[in-house]
C-alpha cells in the first residue's frame, strides 16, 4: 500500500480508535463466512479487506464460520472456504464456529427472558409479518407478548427439549413494536428447526438468527471492528440493543459497499443454480466468478489482491467493470508469465530451401519482461512447420503484415521466409504454404541486412505435441444479468467456452506447471486446466492479450 494513498474512511476509524486507545489499541477483525457455498471475488473484496486492516494496525483476523443453518451447509464448503482463503495469502488468528457458541448463546438468550426482554411467540410466520405493521404504522403486539417469564423460561426449555415442532414457536426479543426501524420491531431470535448440522449432529432442534448470533459472536471473541456489507445498516441499532442490554463485549459494526461486478451475478444462491442445473461444470468451472474458478482460469492471488486494492472501499454501492479484473490479471502475468508458442488453428507451412532431416534447436527466453529472461528454453525448427491459418492470406491488403504470395515474415526465434506458393483444397481451403528462408536471418545472429515488419509463431510439425485449449468468454451476455426481465439464466453467453481439440504447442509445454501462467505469443494467457494429463493436456485461456470488449464498445 503506498503511503501517500488517502486513509479509506474505515482506515480513518481505526487510527481515530487507536488515538483515542480504545481497546487499548488492539485491532480484532473477522472474516466470517456462512459455509453454504465457494467463496466468490465479492468475498474477496471482504477478505482484503478484514485481513488488510488487521494487518496494517498490527491486529488479527479470526476466521468464523457463520454456521447457524443447518440445511444449507457441509464441511465440503469449510474445506473449499479455507483453502481459497489460505491460496490468497493470509493467515487467521483463530479458526471458530458460531456452532461452538450454541450453549453461550442459549444463555444469554435466557438471560435475556430472564430481564423480560425476551418471549416465546406462537404466532404463525405470516401473523408475526402481519403484526408488525409497516414503515409509516405501528405494529402491534401479538397474544403472546405478555407471557410471564416464568412462562417464558419453561417453553423456551421445552422448544430446547424438542417438545415442538418446526414453526410453531419462536423466540422474541420484546423492543419495540412503535419503532421506525423494523428490526427493532420484536426481532426472532431463535426458531425450532429438527435438523441435522454439520458439527452439532442433532444435539439442537433450535436454532439463533444471524442478527442474534452475529454480534454475540463478535462480542465472544472481543472483535474490534466487525466490517461488513451495507445491507446490515439497518440491523445496527439491533446489534448495539443486544450486546448492551446482554451487557458484553462492545463490538462494533461498520459498514461498507459490497462488489458487484458487471456481466456476472454475485450471490452463493445463484451461483448454487448455475453448478445444480448443469450450466456450468461445478463450482470451479473458469467462466465462475469463485476464487476456485478463478484460479483454475489462471487468476493469480497477487491480480485478485491488487484488483480489490484498486477498487477500495467506499460507502455508495457501485458496480465495477469486469474489465478492471481482467486487466489486474493481464498486468500481473504479463510480468510474470513464460512466453511459449502454440498454434491453435494450424495450416501447414514448408520451407522448401531448408534440407529435408535437418534439425535445430533455438533459443527463445522464458520471459523478456525481467531481465536475462529467466532463462529459456530450446525450441525445434525443421523444414515442416505449423502456422495459424489466419497469418496467410491469398489476396492480402496493403497493411498485412503477415504471409501471403510474395510477402516476408520473420518466423519467431528464428529466420525471414518468404512466401512462393501455397496449395488449395476441392473447397477452395489453404492446406499447404511453401516458403524459402534466408540462412543467414537468424534471430540474434542476423547478417542479411534484411527487414521485415512482421514477426509470426510457429511449431515444428514432427517435435509438435498436441494440447485441448478451451477458450473462455464471459458467461453472461447481459451487463446486469440481474435485470434481466424473467430469469437472471436467460442472459447465459451460450459460447462462453469454445474448445479447440487439437492445439498444437511447442514440446516444452508437455512440462508446464499447474497454476503457472504462460502467454501463447500474440494468442493470450492460458494456463494448464486442473484436470490436465500428461496424456491429455488441456489449457484454459485465462485472458486475451487485450481487452477485445473495449474495443467492440467503441466500435
Ligand atoms: P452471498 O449473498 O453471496 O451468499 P453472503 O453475504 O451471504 O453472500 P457470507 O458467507 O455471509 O455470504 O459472507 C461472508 C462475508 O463476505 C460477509 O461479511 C459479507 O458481508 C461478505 N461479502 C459477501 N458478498 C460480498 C460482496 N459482493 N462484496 C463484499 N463483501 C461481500
Ligand atoms: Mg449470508
Known amino acids: 500500500m503506498s503511503e501517500e494513498k488517502p486513509l ?3 482506515e480513518e476509524i481505526i487510527e481515530e480508535d487507536i488515538r483515542k486507545g480504545k481497546n487499548d489499541g488492539r485491532v480484532l477483525t473477522r472474516f466470517p463466512p456462512e459455509p453454504n457455498g465457494y467463496l466468490h471475488i465479492g468475498h474477496a473484496k471482504s477478505i482484503c479487506l478484514n485481513f488488510g486492516l488487521a494487518q496494517r494496525y498490527g491486529g488479527k483476523t479470526n476466521l468464523r464460520f457463520d454456521d447457524t443453518n443447518p440445511i444449507t451447509e457441509n464441511v465440503e464448503y469449510v474445506e473449499s472456504i479455507k483453502n481459497d482463503i489460505k491460496w490468497l495469502g493470509f493467515e487467521w488468528a483463530e479458526e471458530l ?6 450453549d453461550t448463546l442459549y444463555g444469554y438468550a435466557v ?17 408475526i409479518a402481519a403484526s408488525k405493521g409497516t414503515p409509516t404504522e405501528a405494529g402491534v403486539p401479538t397474544p403472546y407478548r405478555n407471557r410471564s417469564i416464568e412462562e417464558n423460561l419453561q417453553l423456551f426449555t421445552e422448544m430446547k427439549a424438542g417438545k415442538y415442532p418446526d414453526g410453531s414457536k419462536v423466540l422474541r426479543a420484546k423492543i419495540d413494536l412503535a419503532n421506525p426501524n423494523m428490526h427493532l420491531r420484536d426481532p426472532l431470535l431463535y426458531r425450532i428447526k429438527h435438523a441435522h448440522h454439520h458439527r452439532t449432529g442433532d ?4 436454532y439463533p438468527m444471524y442478527d ?10 472481543r472483535i474490534t471492528h466487525s466490517i461488513c456489507t451495507l445491507e446490515f445498516v439497518p440491523h445496527r441499532a439491533l446489534y448495539d440493543w443486544l450486546i448492551e442490554h446482554i451487557g458484553i463485549f462492545p463490538s462494533k459494526q461498520y459498514e461498507f459497499a459490497r462488489l458487484n461486478m458487471t456481466y456476472t451475478v454475485m450471490s452463493k444462491r445463484r451461483l448454487l443454480q448455475l453448478v445444480n442445473e448443469h450450466h456450468v461444470e461445478g463450482w470451479d468451472d473458469p467462466r465462475m466468478p469463485t476464487l476456485s474458478g478463478l484460479r483454475r482460469r489462471g487468476y493469480t492471488p497477487t491480480s485478485i489482491r491488487n484488483f480489490c486494492e484498486r477498487i477500495g472501499v467506499a460507502k455508495r454501492e457501485n458496480v465495477i467493470d469486469v474489465g478492471l479484473l481482467e486487466f489486474c490479471i493481464r498486468e500481473d502475468l504479463n510480468k510474470t508469465a513464460w512466453r511459449r508458442m502454440a498454434v491453435l488453428d494450424p495450416v501447414k507451412l514448408i520451407i522448401t530451401n531448408y534440407p529435408e532431416g535437418k534439425e535445430e534447436r533455438l533459443h527463445g527466453e522464458n520471459n523478456p519482461e525481467v531481465e536475462g529472461g529467466e532463462g529459456g528454453r530450446e525450441i525445434p525448427f525443421s523444414r515442416e512447420l505449423w502456422i495459424e491459418q489466419e497469418d496467410f492470406m491469398e489476396d492480402a491488403p496493403k497493411k498485412f503484415f503477415r504471409l501471403g504470395p510474395g510477402l516476408s515474415v520473420r518466423l519467431k526465434h528464428a529466420y525471414i521466409i518468404t512466401c512462393d506458393t501455397f496449395v488449395k483444397d476441392e473447397t477452395g481451403k489453404v492446406t499447404e504454404i511453401h516458403c524459402s528462408y534466408v540462412p543467414n536471418s537468424k534471430s540474434g545472429e542476423d547478417t542479411s541486412g534484411l527487414k521485415v515488419k512482421g514477426t509470426i ?3 515444428s510439425i514432427p517435435h509438435a505435441k498436441t494440447a485441448e485449449v478451451r477458450l473462455y468468454d464471459r458467461l453472461f451476455r ?6 434481466t426481465t424473467g430469469d437472471f439464466k436467460e442472459s447465459i453467453n451460450p459460447d462462453s467456452l469454445e474448445v479447440r481439440d487439437k492445439v498444437y504447442i511447442e514440446p516444452d509445454l508437455a512440462q508446464a506447471e499447474p497454476g503457472k501462467g504462460y502467454q501463447f505469443i500474440r494468442k493470450g494467457y492460458f494456463t494448464l486446466d486442473l484436470r490436465s494429463t500428461p496424456e491429455h493436456l488441456v489449457f484454459n485461456r485465462t485472458v486475451g492479450l487485450r481487452d477485445t470488449w473495449a474495443k467492440e464498445a467503441l466500435k
Open 8 to 10: 479509506n474512511f474505515l
Open 111 to 127: 438471560l435475556l427472558i430472564k430481564k423480560g426482554l425476551a418471549y416465546v411467540d406462537d404466532s404463525t410466520p405470516e401473523e
Open 457 to 459: 509463431h510457429w511449431v
Open 203 to 206: 444435539q439442537w432442534c433450535i
Open 212 to 221: 442474534f448470533a452475529h454480534g454475540q459472536s463478535d462480542a465472544i471473541e
Open 97 to 102: 464456529y458460531t456452532s461452538d457458541y450454541f
Open 478 to 483: 447481459a451487463e446486469n444479468p440481474m435485470a
